[in-house]
């Protein structure tokens, strides 16, 4: 493969993901594969307008696939927003003879990636890291199918102590803006309701859905809230509102938090950060730009970086149909 670039920088960006670090490596290896040297960039655009760099080599990434987190580290950065912050990191790039690069984070990330990009006619290809899962052009980005079993085996035990004391668990998950977390481990951790913020399914509803449930003598239930569901009532208040209108609940909540971005990447996304990782290489070094590495139909494909950003996820209906079906 001839190719003009003869050196890559990769960096992680934005919220941090499980299956970073599994890219990373996959970068770092294609790079080493294909005789083309490779550069970390340490915490993301922070790091490239401070010339925070280290030459990686095919060894420097040993024993981190299994890892969470990412071994690049990740930050935000408000000085890439303004152009002399932008100027400061072309210039560090230019002196260090890195002349593509691959960006491993959300649609903010990609942001920063398509305006410097549009300044600089700098080579990018992105790789979509976060566990939200809502980035079009993709049916996952690293880190959802993690996250999503990292929380049903948490909901798993919650459902044991709920079940043991006879309780309504109200679980807060990860989701301001989109419920794909909520409904996959809803339906994978056989919850009640699912509450997301696509589809407002109303307070009355779920009272109904749970006096059904008491009725039909189920011992125990479980409601997954995404942080920005329809109802508009945060999970506390949920909590409230179903004890005052349903006296027979002994209610409790758990809210998730950052527990959801932790640990060490499933299989599906350590398999999907190495096929990112070697799809991003070869494209940067076919002389693409400015797309997104995604997974559509499980064949790996290349989207706009532009459309990825604009472009909205949506919600599986069917999923929802299913969840329906499986709580009467
Ligand atoms: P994520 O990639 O997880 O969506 P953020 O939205 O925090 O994370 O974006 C990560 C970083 O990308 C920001 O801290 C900033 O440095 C950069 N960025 C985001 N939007 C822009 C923009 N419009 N112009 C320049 N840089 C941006």
Known sequence: MKSKIKKIGVFTSGGDSPGMNAAIRAVVRTCAYLKVDCVGIYRGYQGMIEADFKPMDAR???????????????????????????KKA?????????????????DGSFTGAMVFNKEYDFPIIGIPGTIDNDIFGTSNTLGFDT?????????????DTASSHNRLFF???????????ALNVGVGAGAEEIL???ENLGLERLLESLKRSKKSGKSSSIVVVA???????????????????????DVR??????????????????????????????????GKSNFMVGIQNNEITLTPISKAIKGHTKIDKELIRVSDIMTT
Request: aromatic share 4%; proline share 2%; hydrophobic share 40%.
């Open 60 to 86: 420097s990434v040993n024993n981190i696939i299994n890892k969470g987190g990412t071994i690049l580290k990740s930050a935000r950065c408000d000085d890439f927003r303004t152009a002399e912050g932008r």
């Open 90 to 106: 072309y210039d560090n790039l230019i002196a260090e003879g890195i002349d593509a690069l691959v960006v491993i984070g959300g």
């Open 147 to 159: 996250a999503t079993n990292t929380v049903v085996e948490i909901i798993d035990k919650i459902r």
């Open 171 to 181: 679980v807060e998950v990860m989701g301001r803006d989109v419920g794909h977390i």
């Open 196 to 198: 997301i913020p696509e």
């Open 227 to 249: 942080e920005g569901d329809k109802t508009g009532e945060n999970v506390f208040e949920l909590k409230d509102y179903v004890e005052k209108h349903l006296p027979i609940y």
């Open 253 to 286: 909540v758990s809210v998730l938090g950052h527990l959801q971005r932790g640990g060490a990447p499933s299989c599906f996304d350590r398999v999907l950060a190495s096929r990112m990782g070697v799809k991003a290489v070869e494209s940067l070094l076919e």
